[in-house]
């Protein structure tokens, strides 16, 4: 199983971007996913996540204006970034839980390669 994050890029604040993140492979199934962000100098925090029965939650700084959404049957999370902020600079991750059968342990946690969101004053 692979994750495959995109999307990121240059924005001035106000704007908005999609981040996509793909999990690749056969035989499995999503758990749970998430998006992280680590802005330079600080660490890794959630942004937000949805579960297996598509509820959301977000953290405070991104509520109302960042919303999590995914296609189940292409295995794909969207971030959608609305009334982007430059202290929403950062490299963006997806991470999910993901169940594989074949897998020891059969549940793990994968992670995308980032992405890097840039949002201009």
Known sequence: VQLVDSGGGLV?????????????GSG???????????????????????????I???AFSVRGRFNISRDIP????????????????????CNCIIDDPRAWPRQDIYWGQGTQVTVSS
């Open 56 to 58: 959301t939650n977000y």
């Open 12 to 24: 001035q604040a106000g704007g908005s971007l999609r981040l996509s993140c793909v999990a690749s």
């Open 74 to 93: 292409r295995n794909t999370m969207y971030l959608q970034m609305d009334s982007l902020k430059p202290e929403d600079t950062a490299d963006y991750y």
């Open 28 to 54: 499995f199934s999503v758990v749970e996913c998430g998006w992280y962000r680590q802005a330079p100098g600080k660490l890794r925090e959630p942004v937000g996540v949805i579960t297996s029965n598509g």
